[in-house]
């Protein structure tokens, strides 16, 4: 009872003294809305960068096993990989018998090249030669037309389906399906437009920048049925997902074997998946949060200094009312509380106007199209926190140097 | 100095006792002696006037009252208990509970209303809301001011201002109350009717210790202690104090 009714009187006075100085509380909150702005942005930036990463690696497949001959993120020794044979086709169809009926095998090749159609021109798009599985392992949805048929893979057909950037920048406005396009020097027929992906950030791949052909038809028109290199991607079943630690190890059984790799010998192949690129995506932006974060925190530090500052102010000049307050019975710890309680909702309120306006700077970031930024419910709460913090510690010098004072000092103090 | 030891026949009579107190500060290197060796006993529902020239030790021996400030050595009791090694946070409460503090300057909080300024010690005492509300009001009306409530102390005059500091020094029903100076800042008129209140308190059992150097004011009072260089000068009984018999408005 009695240390609430200490937390409501100091409440009650916090709340006075501040809105008996509203000048110089705006003013020293300046620093905390500004520390908070700068902190809640890094934050938010962060978690767009994130966001718009997972978007765009989505069309990654989250439970899909890659088979490539280099691995995504390359860790120090290049050269160690740089000798590796290529995969073959011929290798990817012993994969998918292997696996026939347990999982889908899906071979991939790419090159670039310009695409035309009439006068526009595309320069150097990525050309994915690939199956009818694609659709499956990548979930990407034609907005308009079809995706590639077994039968386009099996006859050879010269079709083609377009990334939607690919598909403005030939098309405009128009339709594109059935209008044909120059892949190099190859007609191909769009039989289909994707949904846009989004999210080609970091230097990332650009999947809307991507066209997909019959694998068949990508190794008569561009070569490269023998030197060629296959990335061939492996999906559990629907509703197994949960196998696919499981399948990783079957998978590198099943190559070695194909290759005939000795037990000693060391697999001259790399399995990607998802979730290194999202390690390595982590690792490397969590150091630029890291140090946004150290950065932005010396303008809060600073902001907490302006805090402190005022509050020695505020003490001084309401040392006669300490006095009063312990003639009367207050306690130490009345003093202590009413003035940390002074210090963190000026700060609290400095905290809220900077979560205020970094949901604007947000939406600014968002409107400029930079990044799908967003101020999550977590920030702020963070932010609350961290403002709160602030307050406490800024004001506890001040507020333990107030409660500290002899009563008789300053009933005197004029 | 050996300390004597307070007789239980003395503590059964005071309701505040002294013994060889004393206090001593240090100023730089040298040492000041405020008090040297004060006993004193007061009773229950005495009115008491403390005097002396400024340097007597008056306003150290008022804080050591108060519990503001603890004695260097020597003994003191408030109430049948020793205030000797009390902390900090005990001596608070003593000052809450058992202390009614009126000052010259009145030292009311400014941005508090008078209710509010009224309630501050049972706030502290862990008074809840209701019970708070209700001893406050009472004292207000005790001392004619139960329609100012809502006021702030700037838009009170000064005799008023006082009246809220006795309500104040009043709500806990103090053991002793203590006024240093209660009506140094008010004219004579107003200071008559605070004293006149003074007067009735004492009257209704209150036990009342005033620190003046106005002759005037100590005339109130019963008995006279005077203070000189640290020490009791002369402890006068008055058998008839100079009481304003008129009334005060309700």
């Known amino acids: 009872m009695r240390v609430f009714l200490d937390f409501q009187e100091s409440l009650r006075i916090a709340l006075s003294a501040i809105a008996a100085n509203k000048a110089r509380g705006v003013l020293t909150t300046l620093g905390i809305v500004i520390g908070i702005v700068a902190v809640t942005t890094t934050m938010t930036a962060f978690n767009g960068m994130q966001t718009a990463f997972r978007e765009g690696a989505s069309a990654v497949g989250a439970d899909v096993i890659y088979v490539s001959r280099m691995p995504w993120i390359v860790m120090g020794d290049w050269f160690l990989y740089r000798n590796r044979p290529n995969i073959s086709i011929d290798e990817a169809e012993a994969l998918r018998e292997a696996f026939e009926g347990r999982a889908i095998v899906n071979p991939t090749m790419n090159e670039n090249r310009d695409m035309k159609f009439r006068s526009s021109v595309m320069d150097d798009v990525t050309i994915i030669g690939t199956t009818d599985k694609l659709a499956i392992v990548t979930n990407r949805l034609p907005e308009t037309g079809r995706f590639l048929l077994t039968y386009d893979v099996k006859y050879r057909k010269s079709v083609v389906v377009i990334g939607s950037t690919v598909a403005d920048g030939l098309f405009g406005q128009a339709s594109a399906i059935n209008k044909y396009v120059l892949i190099g020097p190859s007609k191909f027929r769009v039989v289909g437009v994707l949904e846009k992906q989004g999210g080609s950030t970091f230097g990332g791949p650009d999947f809307d920048r991507q066209v997909f052909v019959p694998i068949t038809a990508f190794t008569k028109q561009f070569g490269g049925r023998y030197f060629g290199e296959v990335d061939i991607a492996v999906k559990p079943p629907a509703g197994e997902a949960e196998a696919v630690e499981d399948l990783e190890y079957e998978v590198i059984g099943e190559m070695r074997r194909i290759r005939k790799l000795r037990p000693a010998e060391e697999s001259n192949f790399s399995i990607n998946k998802l979730d290194s690129l999202m390690g390595a995506f982590n690792s490397v932006v969590g150091v630029v949060l890291l140090i946004g974060l150290l950065v932005t925190s010396i303008a809060l530090f600073v902001g907490g200094i302006g805090v402190m500052n005022i509050m020695f102010v505020s003490v001084t000049e309401r040392t006669r009312e300490i006095g009063i307050r312990k003639a009367i019975g207050a306690r130490r710890h009345s003093i202590l509380m009413q003035f940390l309680l002074e210090s963190a909702i000026i700060c609290l309120i400095g905290g809220l106007i900077g979560i205020g306006l970094a949901t604007l700077v947000t939406y600014a970031i968002n409107a400029s199209g930079m990044m799908p930024a967003r101020i999550s419910v977590g920030i702020m709460a963070a932010a609350v926190v961290i403002s709160m913090i602030v307050g406490i510690f800024a004001g506890f010098v001040p507020a333990w140097k107030g409660a500290r004072l002899d009563p008789i000092d300053a009933l005197r103090y004029e | ?250």
């Open chain 2, 1 to 250: 100095m050996a300390m004597a030891a307070p007789q239980d026949a003395d503590l059964d009579n005071g309701i505040l006792f002294l013994r060889d107190v004393v206090k001593t500060y240090l100023m730089g290197s040298e040492e000041v002696h405020a008090l040297c060796g004060v006993s004193l006993t007061i009773a229950d529902n005495e009115y008491v006037a403390i005097m002396g020239p400024s340097g007597s030790g008056k306003s150290t021996l008022m804080n050591i009252i108060g519990c503001l400030d603890v004695p260097t050595s020597g003994f003191y009791s408030l109430g049948g208990e020793s205030v000797a090694n009390k902390s900090e946070a005990e001596l608070a409460d003593i000052r809450n509970r058992l202390i009614g503090f009126i000052f010259q300057t009145f030292n009311l909080i400014p941005r508090a209303d008078v209710l509010h300024n009224v309630e501050l010690p049972l706030i502290y005492g862990g008074i809840g809301k209701a019970e708070r509300r209700q001893r406050a009001m009472e004292v207000l009306e005790r001392v004619g001011l139960a329609n100012r409530v809502t006021h702030r102390p700037n838009e009170l005059s000064g005799g008023q201002r006082q009246r809220v500091a006795i309500a104040r020094a009043l709500v806990f029903n103090p053991s002793i109350i203590l006024a240093d100076e209660p009506t140094g800042n008010l004219d004579s008129r107003t200071g008559d009717e605070i004293m006149q209140m003074l007067d009735e308190l004492h009257a209704s059992g209150q036990t009342i210790i005033v620190v003046t150097h106005e002759d005037g004011i100590a005339a109130h009072a019963s008995r006279t202690i005077l203070l000189r260089d640290g020490g009791i000068e002369s402890d006068l009984r008055r058998d008839n104090p100079a009481r304003s018999m008129a009334k005060t408005s309700r």
